[in-house]
Nanobody, 113 residues
Framework: QVQLVESGGGLVQAGGSLRLSCAAS????????MGWYRQAPGKQRELVVI?????TNYADFVKGRFTISRDNANMMYLQMNSLKPEDTAVYYC?????????WGQGTQVTVSS
């Protein structure tokens, strides 16, 4: 089992920045991919960025603005710069093992215009 806990969401004006954190615990060594997804009201959950197999893949809509990082085995961050109102969503930390995916509870990010 893997547990994921996000933090760092909030309200920010357009053009501002936020940093999301994700703390992983449990069977961390079984994780083979980690990343962030988001879900806006009335829309499907979508990939923001994922690290898998040594490579990092960003969605086109965040390239150049968002940066993912991991500082050790259990912490992951998402630095979000130049935020836009359309970035408003619940952001979910995601981890994947060979058996199943795991999700955090989500953290709300609201960008005002």
């Amino acid at each position: 089992q893997v547990q994921l806990v996000e933090s760092g969401g909030g309200l920010v004006q357009a053009g501002g920045s936020l940093r999301l954190s994700c703390a992983a615990s449990g069977s961390i060594k079984s994780i083979n991919a980690m990343g962030w997804y988001r879900q806006a009201p009335g829309k499907q959950r979508e990939l923001v960025v994922i690290i898998s197999g040594g490579s990092t893949n960003y969605a086109d809509f965040v390239k150049g603005r968002f940066t993912i990082s991991r500082d050790n085995a259990n912490m992951m961050y998402l630095q979000m710069n130049s935020l836009k109102p359309e970035d408003t969503a619940v952001y979910y930390c995601h981890a994947r093992t060979v058996l199943r995916p795991y999700w955090g509870q989500g953290t709300q990010v609201t960008v005002s215009s």
